[in-house]
């Protein structure tokens, strides 16, 4: 276990990871960086290390490129069903064909049971069963002009059906 010392004190990394990351469900950054290491390790691609800088998420052995988008948030309707969005802006220059585009493009839906009791719920982040995933090529997103933000309804438009992240391995075979 790596240990920090500061101000004579020796502080535990998991202890840091725990206060920094202790809610993997509020934030969509932190489900991402979560996506990201689940799909890297299910498509056995992880790096080392995460490179934040990094022009794509991962890299497949076979040097597919993959980029890594999830959400948690559920965005409301009036009258009409929620949907799931990304924010895709970051990526923008990418799908404006300003550089180098992701061969494929994953979604993440993180849909985890939410408890309203007051009491504290422990949230399966790790649980394959509550994510969901969309699998879309880079050059699909561009040709549709896709630059700000992606919905569900977007992502059907282009013939993208969620898949249960544990199967992911085995789809991708297909869809790579």
């Known amino acids: 276990m790596t240990r920090i010392t500061t101000l004579g004190k020796a502080l535990n990394v998991l202890s840091?990871?725990?206060w920094a990351f202790g809610d993997l469900t509020e934030?969509?950054?932190?489900?991402?960086m979560?996506?990201?290491?689940?799909?890297?390790?299910?498509l056995n691609c992880l790096p080392p290390s995460?490179?934040?800088?990094?022009?794509?998420?991962l890299i497949m052995k076979d040097g597919t490129t993959l980029e890594?988008?999830?959400?948690?948030?559920?965005?409301?309707?009036?009258?009409?069903?929620?949907?799931?969005r990304w924010k895709v802006t970051t990526q923008s220059?990418?799908?404006?064909?300003?550089?180098?585009?992701?061969?494929y493009w994953l979604f993440l839906t993180a849909a985890f049971p939410r408890e309203n009791s007051g009491t504290p719920?422990?949230?399966?982040?790790?649980?394959l069963k509550n994510l969901k995933v969309y699998v879309v090529t880079g050059e699909k997103l561009r040709t549709a002009g896709c630059t700000?933000?992606?919905?569900?309804?977007?992502?059907?438009?282009?013939?993208?059906?969620?898949?249960?992240?544990?199967?992911?391995?085995k789809s991708i075979k297909v869809r790579l």
């Open 16 to 18: 840091f990871y725990r």
């Open 50 to 57: 995460r490179k934040v800088n990094a022009p794509f998420d």
């Open 148 to 169: 700000k933000y992606i919905s569900e309804s977007t992502l059907r438009r282009l013939e993208a059906e969620p898949i249960p992240l544990s199967e992911l391995k």
């Open 27 to 32: 934030q969509d950054s932190d489900i991402g």
């Open 34 to 42: 979560l996506a990201e290491y689940l799909v890297g390790d299910i």
């Open 93 to 103: 220059e990418a799908l404006k064909g300003g550089r180098a585009i992701a061969d």
């Open 121 to 127: 719920h422990v949230v399966q982040a790790f649980d």
């Open 68 to 84: 890594i988008k999830a959400t948690t948030h559920k965005y409301a309707r009036k009258g009409k069903t929620p949907y799931y």
